[in-house]
């Protein structure tokens, strides 16, 4: 009975895709810095967005925030109302849906800081508001103060 209970203890431990162990355990979690206002309600969803994707994410309340955006390189056309900046560097201004931060973050575009959402688009994550959705593009901020379009999101469900 014992080499019973062996066998399949050692079949359990090699069979692909069958596993006691926590499938997360191993692979590397991706950071954020999130820089925001400490009243922002919006943000700690975005941020609440962040960690149902896998992200550990930590918030900061600079007195000076503008000065933050300005350092790290967000314009006024890309602006909106937090910043993150992950553990590489990369910078993620708005409701940027995570998603993309981790495709941007696993391959990330020669010559780019990061990737905006400008404004508050209704619907973005932490921007929910029952249905309601408004079309937007997640912006591509490049190092020498250029921008293109990285993706559209012409409907809700692309942001999951």
């Known amino acids: 009975m014992k080499l019973l209970v062996k066998i399949a203890a050692l079949f ?13 355990a191993g692979k590397a979690v991706d950071q954020l810095t999130v820089y925001k206002s400490p009243t922002c309600g919006c ?3 975005w941020i609440n967005h962040l960690e149902e994707y896998g992200f550990e994410a ?9 000065g ?15 910043t993150g900046v992950s553990s590489q560097g990369y910078v993620f201004e708005g409701h ?3 998603k993309y931060i981790k495709t941007f ?6 010559n780019a ?16 508001m ?28 692309q942001q999951y």
């Open 12 to 24: 359990v431990l090699v069979l692909p895709g069958v596993s006691v162990a926590d499938e997360t």
């Open 43 to 45: 943000c700690k969803v």
């Open 58 to 66: 930590t918030t900061e309340h600079p007195a000076d925030l503008d």
């Open 68 to 82: 933050v955006k300005r350092r790290l390189g967000i314009t006024s056309q890309t602006a909106s109302c937090h």
């Open 96 to 98: 940027v849906p995570a």
């Open 105 to 110: 973050i696993e391959n990330p575009p020669e």
């Open 113 to 128: 800081i990061g990737l905006s959402v400008p404004a508050m688009p209704l619907g973005s994550p932490g921007m929910e």
């Open 130 to 157: 029952e249905d309601r959705f408004h079309p937007y593009k997640v912006i591509q901020m490049n190092k020498d103060g250029t921008m293109q379009v990285y993706a559209s999101v012409d409907e809700q469900a």
